[in-house]
């Protein structure tokens, strides 16, 4: 009877247990949840998809990406002793609300939350994102967070968004959208509106933006543009013309397959007839951010590394627009299109479609420069990846070495695809470096 008794409590004691740890674990799951990189991974594309749908041009793109990055970050750096805020060391960031000592907080879902409630702003149309942090506050409930973590964690992630939104308030995107439209003037070399929509210059004013890490959109100056010459066929212009034309007309299967791979053109209008149809694609700044999701996957990143791999690159590619933007507008350089039809054949037309502002500097060379600096203080050099973000788009993956080669390819893509002379795209690589190692210097994110 004795053991028998004891075979029964035995089994009891191991049902109990069972029981306690099935309770557990269903209570506990949504830590994994809500420690997952891809949670963040998919917030961030879901950002990229609203921009998609919405047609955000490449500059407005990247203060999204920035300011929503920022905002999820902080939460981070307030809940992990690992990463270091950024108030005081960008552009007039002072005020972070702080965590209530003796609450609790789940580091995942307030980040998250910060994240969507920037993105939510800066977006449209409005409610984008409701449903989104609606199902995520769902799933911490039915996964056994508590009404208090819960709570606490949604009200400090709004706390850190409504923090940013203020700060935004202060970089002039409002008083740019009232500013003069740009003026095109009737002189040889300077930029104008380029077939098939003919569409005004975009962003006039965006090199006036406040910047986040770097002092102005002036402070890394590119050398002057070759002047404008294309009576003289010795003259680096047209030199440089005559280039862009050439490769236009002998482009490789493998060229064109990089021109398109790079495009990122998030409006290409197409003619039907006399019908215009858009082309929706992400944007430059969207494409490095998904190779930033790719990465921190490849590196097995944790979840508050993810979120900082993505802030510091998105910080990198904002400053650099405002540069690349500065000198679209000062030099106004003509595109290859308008002066190859102009002054060579009215017939060439480049492989992509040239987008609706001047030519000097390569934007796309600017920001993927600047990126690739970034990504590799993170990640490493000679960090190897398979690029998919262009396969939604019919466009198959791409593999690169490192990110700086992905940068250099980037850069080149420009050539092949008629948009941009040889000296726009290394001179804004030079610009992206330049950008790129002084950000990765200024700003101590991690201890």
């Known amino acids: 009877m004795l053991n028998k008794f004891n075979f029964n409590k035995n089994l009891l004691l191991f049902l109990i247990a069972g029981f306690l740890s099935t ?10 949840t809500f420690s997952d990189p891809q949670l963040y991974r998919k917030t961030v594309k879901r950002l990229s998809d609203v921009m998609v749908d919405n047609i955000f041009s490449p500059s407005v793109a990247s203060r999204n990406y920035a300011y929503s990055n920022l905002a999820a970050y902080e939460v981070i750096a307030a809940l992990d002793s690992q990463y270091i805020s950024l108030k005081g060391q960008i552009n007039d960031l002072e ?10 907080y789940n580091m995942g879902l307030s980040s998250v939350i910060a994240y969507c409630k920037v993105a939510e702003t800066v977006t449209f149309p409005e409610g984008s994102f409701k449903s989104y942090t609606d199902s995520l506050k769902n799933l911490a409930s039915k996964e056994g967070m508590s009404d208090d973590e819960l709570n606490n964690s949604v009200s400090y992630g709004d706390e850190v968004g409504k923090a940013i939104i203020n700060w935004s308030k202060g970089d002039h995107y409002a008083q740019t959208r009232s500013a003069p439209k740009y003026s095109v003037k009737n002189e040889e070399g300077r930029w104008v509106p380029t077939p098939p929509g003919y569409i005004q210059a975009i962003e006039p004013s965006w090199g006036k933006i406040r ?4 002092d102005s959109g002036s402070q890394f100056l590119l050398v002057r543009p ?5 009576k003289d066929k010795n003259s680096i212009f047209y030199k440089n013309t005559l280039e862009v034309m050439n490769v236009g007309n002998n482009l490789t299967e493998e060229q064109k397959f990089i021109a398109s791979f790079w495009d990122c053109n998030p409006y290409a209008i197409n003619m039907l007839g006399h019908v215009m149809i ?5 944007s430059p700044g969207g494409h490095w951010m998904n190779i930033c999701g790719i990465a921190s996957k490849i590196a097995k990143a944790d979840f508050p590394k993810t979120i900082y791999s993505y802030t510091f690159t998105s910080v990198a590619i904002f400053d650099a627009f405002v540069c690349a933007w500065d000198e ?3 030099s106004s350089v003509i595109r290859p299109e308008t002066a190859i039809n102009k002054y060579i054949t009215p017939d060439w037309h480049p492989f ?7 030519e000097y500097p390569s934007a796309h060379s600017v920001i993927s420069n600047a990126a690739s600096c970034v990504l590799t203080k993170i990640y490493g050099d000679n960090f190897a990846f398979t690029d998919t973000s262009e396969i939604e788009f019919g466009i198959p993956e791409r593999s690169f070495k490192s990110f700086i080669a992905a940068a250099n390819e980037a850069g080149i893509s420009r050539l092949y695809g008629g948009i941009h002379y040889r000296t726009g795209v290394e001179e804004g690589l030079t610009q992206g470096t330049q950008i790129g190692k002084f950000v990765v210097d200024k700003l101590k994110m991690k201890k």
Do not use: D
């Open 328 to 330: 679209k507008y000062r």
């Open 226 to 230: 070759p002047v404008f010459n294309m």
């Open 23 to 32: 309770s557990c674990s269903k209570n506990n799951k949504y830590e994994k």
């Open 278 to 282: 858009a082309t929706k694609k992400i």
């Open 352 to 358: 992509l479609q040239t987008p609706p502002f001047p």
């Open 95 to 104: 005020k972070i609300p702080s965590p209530e000592k003796g609450k609790k």
């Open 211 to 214: 910047t986040i890490a770097i």
